[in-house]
């Protein structure tokens, strides 16, 4: 039995539309592919040789022009680079990356110095020590001062004191003229009576020791009584004074020890009689009753007993070099005066 026959299709009767059917397969879309990640090089790897020939023949403006010189061999850096490679490969940022160039023992050693040279500031220059005069240089002595300069030298350190000295008495008597003479070495017959409470003071120097006596005169009329305190209290002497030609201030002087112990027990007591100027003209009997009354008031209080004279400046320094002499234990050379009818000054037998 014969088999079937299958019709046989001419190619050449197909029309052109059929024909191009035929020929072009239907077209498959295809996914981006996403740009080339760019590599690094390893450090020791050339650049390619056409890679060299596509920069070297790139119009830019940032690349320079290729001299002579330039095509003489050069040293190469230690990561295999020459020169020229090493700067047309870091030209190009687009495509390749440089890598961080590590540097030498010696550039690394240079740059340490470099930094430290900068930042280095010499000592400041040591004081040389004077020689001694001997031949051998181990033996060491100590500076001496006289050989540095003025500057250099340690002044001597000052002491400073203070001696509180309290003035109480009835008013009129010199309280005020006495201080004033003292301290200013001026004397006024004509003073301004007290009201409250005088205060002047008056530095002396001994043995680079400062000395300030704070002398604290109190008006005498009873209403100011109320501010012995502040005359007596912390007072390293205190000086009961009374005039000598009125025989009624010296016997006030009991009164007023009395009121000025009570605040200040510790305090050195001083007896002394103002204007011997004027009670040295007094008959000589007057003159040994007052003394011999004073005497026995000093005796009483512990005191030491002074006549003295602001306006002919009678033992007015004597009295604080003596209060000075008893507040610090010192020896005092001043001679004594025990006669009557002359200015008396006893004061070491207390």
Known sequence: MDAPQQPVTDTTTLTDQQASQVQQPPQVQQAPQPPPQEQPLPQEQQLPQEHQQSIDHTPSENFRMVSTEDTKPKPSYHNGYSS?????????????????????PQEAEQARLTSTSIN?????????????????GTERHPTSQQHLEPSQRNPPA??????????????????TSL???YVEGNWDEDYIQTLGVNFMEKTISIRNTEITFSIWDLGGQRE????????CNDAVAILFMFDLTRKSTLNSIKEWYRQGRGFNKTAIPFLIGTKYDHFVNFPREDQEEISIQAKRFARA???SLIFSSTSHSINVQKIFKIVLAKAFDLKCTIPEVENIGEPLLLYKSV
């Open 84 to 104: 020229d490679s090493y700067a047309q490969y870091s030209s190009r940022p687009a495509e390749y990356s440089m890598p961080a160039r590590q540097p030498t």
């Open 120 to 136: 280095y500031q010499p000592p400041p220059p040591a004081m040389s020590r004077p020689s001694s005069g001997l031949s051998s």
């Open 158 to 175: 000052k002491n400073s004191v203070v001696i509180k000295v309290g003035m109480v008495g009835d008013a009129q008597i010199g309280k």
């Open 179 to 181: 201080m004033v003479k």
């Open 224 to 231: 100011f009584v109320n501010m012995l305190p502040l005359v």
């Open 301 to 303: 209080m512990k005191a």
